[in-house]
């Protein structure tokens, strides 16, 4: 009886050490396991929380959310269409096939590399409030003290995502727009399987709308364009969009005019007229995008680029300069050292966004100083690693439904491109025949007119959609990026300190266990709650979530919540390659060739 109780306990013990998490002093990728999953197999090679091995391929690569809309990128690359083809293509199909987090209603930023110039260069596509209604208009629209509304026509900005396509495609396309945008339109005419994740999406946005019918003020369109027999499509399910194949269609003959001066933008100008919203044809008419210079950050050698307000980027250079002065590496990969310090670091840069990021067309932003080391010293300065920190927003809402798209040519053309319609599919208005749904960005705006961030005609809202790029030594890096609202700049960091710091490579840079921290004040005015809250994916050891609670900090252990979509191309210098890696959790599909 004893030695039964003794192998017992043996077996107990055994199956107990294979759920802790294994580290060692160096910390490498593959020395970084994670914790055992019942049900799934060991991995031959890399890490084995990988999900997959990366993509390697010579002549091109493209990673999305979605297997088809990948795809298609590859197709175009291989007919010989640039880096950015491949991208208007692969997202045109998105908006099709995952217009639960984008669309031709939607905005868009972009991050290029050129290897003519050999520079970074950006791309703010994002639209502008209607330049006929005031603050004060709106507010007595709204009431007294009520918010922007998260749908209907008081929350929609105009889209800047199509003149994002073609600003890029003027200075870098090589096939005509016809021909990128032919899958897509196929696709919508002929129809697509739907894929799993955005299945659920899909669901779960009708169920929104029906929740807040009272405020949209016409939802029979987007019933008819989205739902079949009244239900939203299942995975597996084939789907068809044919008034998004015409619009499409009329983009192919008629350029970027045929949106936002011919007959898209005067059947959303009649539209809005028909129920009561503020958008015009005089706000699509004079709309257009705006190439700006990145900013950039050096970290440990390499140097991160990312647009300028009025999007989020710079929290993910402020919360770098604040880490660069600690050894990661040898707290080791989600020790509880590592993750309070990350925390802190996002506490300090979130304090900074809700105080000042906005558009810089309407307000002087301290830019140079929020990027500056010396100011990241004196944050640095304020973080105690025995103690969770509150700090205030005047110290120097939102949505996790975009899409995120790297692709990279034979030239070394590589682009990092986001786009979205904010929560989910958006406002829930579909202009009459269009076969998409309008954004509703303008949520984003605050309506304290001290605030930088305050709602103005023809001003650009707060952005939470940031690209990311990384160079080294002056050549091209990484074209990368992590979705998922105010998840952005913290998963843009721990993917960064996971290939800089923790040696992993593309994919596992993305597979490994994340965190998230929420309960920071925000650019729309809402207050933070004191210290917040940490999510940790099962990934992250128990014994770590303990340690951090006692520092101060409000734990939770939260499987299923969305900690951000990855998508990546590293280039390899040394053996003349590309390095693909994508969302292991979602949808998401890297290819090469």
């Known amino acids: 009886m004893r030695q039964k109780i003794r192998r017992g306990l043996a077996a107990l013990l055994l199956g107990a050490l294979t759920f802790m998490p294994i580290m060692t002093e160096t910390a490498d990728a593959a020395d970084i396991p994670g914790e055992a999953q019942p049900g799934r197999g060991d991995r031959l090679v890399g890490a084995n929380f990988a999900g997959r091995s990366e993509i390697i391929a010579r002549n091109g690569a493209a990673a999305t959310s979605q297997p088809l809309a990948t795809q298609i990128a590859i197709s175009i690359l291989m007919k010989g269409g640039s880096a950015v083809d491949a991208a208007i ?12 987090g984008s669309g031709m209603g939607g905005d868009l930023f ?5 290897p003519a110039q050999k520079k970074v260069l950006g791309l703010n596509a ?27 026509s008081l929350s929609v900005t105009v889209p800047g995502a199509v003149d994002g396509w073609f600003e890029l495609h003027a200075r870098f396309g090589k096939l005509p727009m016809a021909e990128v945008l032919a899958p897509a339109i196929a696709y919508a005419r002929d129809g697509f399987p739907l894929s799993p994740f955005i299945a659920r999406g899909w669901a779960n946005n009708f169920r929104r709308f029906d929740q807040l019918s009272d405020i949209i003020e016409e939802g029979e369109n987007a019933r008819k364009t989205f739902l079949i027999d009244g239900k939203p499509p299942v995975a597996g399910q084939i789907f068809r969009n044919p008034d998004l194949a015409n619009t499409l269609s009329l983009l192919a003959a008629g350029g970027r005019d045929a949106y936002y001066k011919g007959q898209i933008a005067r059947t959303i100008d009649a539209y809005m007229k028909r129920i009561g919203g503020p958008l015009r044809y005089e706000d699509f008419a004079s709309h257009k995008s705006q190439w700006v210079e990145p900013v950039s950050t050096g970290y440990r050698g390499y140097d991160v680029w990312q647009i300028p307000p009025n999007g989020q980027g710079l929290a993910t250079l402020q919360m770098l300069n604040i880490l660069e002065g600690y050894d990661l590496k040898s707290m080791g990969h989600n020790s509880a050292d590592f993750i309070h310090v990350s925390v802190e670091a996002k506490k300090l840069a979130f304090a900074d966004r809700s105080r000042w990021y906005a558009d810089p067309d309407f307000v002087k932003l301290p830019i140079a100083t929020l990027v500056s080391k010396d100011y990241a010293a004196t944050r640095r300065a304020l973080i105690d690693m025995g103690r969770a920190g509150t700090p205030e927003t005047g110290i120097m809402p939102e949505s996790h439904d975009t899409i995120f798209l790297s692709t990279a040519d034979k030239d070394g053309l590589m682009v990092a491109l986001i786009q979205s319609n904010y929560r989910g599919m958006g406002s829930g208005l579909v202009p009459d025949g269009l076969g998409f749904m309008l954004q509703d960005r303008g949520e984003q705006f605050a309506l304290d007119p001290a605030h ?5 005609p023809g001003k650009r809202p707060f952005h939470t959609i940031i690209p990311g790029f990384v160079t080294r030594d002056n050549q091209p890096f990484a074209a990368y990026g992590v979705m998922g609202g105010a998840m952005q700049p913290q998963g843009h960091v721990q993917v960064l300190v996971n290939m800089i710091d923790f040696g992993m490579n593309v994919q596992e840079a993305g597979d490994a266990a994340r965190w998230q921290h929420e309960g920071s004040a925000e650019p729309t005015g809402e207050k933070g709650d004191g210290a917040g809250t940490i999510y940790l994916e099962q990934g992250v050891a128990p014994a770590v979530a303990d340690a951090l609670r006692q520092r101060g900090h409000k734990v939770e252990v939260k499987p299923g919540l969305h900690y951000g979509s990855y998508e990546a191309i590293v280039r390899d210098h040394a053996n003349g390659v590309y390095r693909a890696g994508t969302e292991m959790r979602v949808d998401g599909h890297a290819a090469g060739y």
Do not use: C, F
């Open 452 to 456: 930088p961030n305050v709602y103005a």
């Open 89 to 100: 293509a692969a997202n045109a199909a998105l908006g099709l096939m995952e217009p639960t």
């Open 110 to 114: 972009a991050l290029i590399w050129d």
């Open 126 to 152: 994002s639209g502008r409030a209607p330049a006929g209604q005031s603050l004060k208009a709106l507010t007595r629209r709204l009431g007294p003290g009520k918010p922007i509304p998260s749908h209907g």
